[in-house]
């Protein structure tokens, strides 16, 4: 187990600064309402960003059961961290001097966004299988068609610029996870 505290250190520091990164992002915009039109599909993002980095923190408790690290495993671990802290800050970025609105920020921003959700849930995909067969089938055709489907929508999104398709995936996205956490993951077993 101390091993494992060892390794839970680096993905928290990691994921702590993402969530200290979108809670600057949203006390930003209730400092100054006025200074950027604010974008809903992009705070239902930062919602989803939110729960999910809370949802990794949680299951990441499984990794406890594994008896055996190696530094591929820990780096693993390590850039699926990282994945979700960039998300964070193209969802919020530093500066917003060159476009009026979040909205224009996140449709310029789109590829980078949605290519690195593609990432992210391929990296989902792997993090549940390093944690077993059986953890992977306890799981069930839910989460296999929340990630599939995530997946292949974040691919679409690169592309897409329809904002209904955006609004639609954002909404989407977030109620499954929703849904997947309060299906699977109420406590830890």
């Known amino acids: 187990m101390d091993l494992y505290l060892h390794v839970r250190v680096l993905f928290s520091i990691i994921l702590g600064l993402g969530i200290s990164h979108?809670?600057?992002g949203v006390a930003k915009i209730v400092q100054h309402p006025g200074k950027y039109r604010v974008y809903w599909v992009q705070l239902v993002w930062v919602l989803f960003l939110?729960?999910?980095m809370i949802h990794f923190w949680w299951w990441e408790f499984r990794l406890h059961q594994i008896t055996e690290w190696t530094f591929p495993l820990y780096f693993f671990v390590a850039v699926y961290s990282v994945l979700l802290y960039l998300l964070c800050t193209l969802l919020f970025p530093e500066e917003m001097g060159e476009y009026e609105s979040y909205e224009d920020y996140f449709y310029a921003r789109k590829g980078w966004i949605f290519s690195l959700l593609t990432i992210l849930f391929m990296a989902d995909m792997g993090d549940t299988l390093v944690k077993g067969s059986?953890?992977?089938r306890s799981l069930g055709f839910f989460y296999y068609i929340r990630t599939l489907l995530c997946l292949g929508l974040?691919?679409?999104a690169i592309k897409?610029?329809?904002r209904r398709f955006h609004a639609g995936f954002a909404i989407f996205a977030t109620a499954y996870e929703v849904v997947l956490i309060v299906k699977s993951y109420l406590t830890v077993q």
Do not use: E, G
């Open 154 to 156: 974040s691919i679409a």
């Open 22 to 24: 979108l809670l600057r």
């Open 50 to 52: 939110f729960l999910y």
């Open 134 to 136: 059986v953890y992977f």
């Open 160 to 162: 897409v610029k329809d």
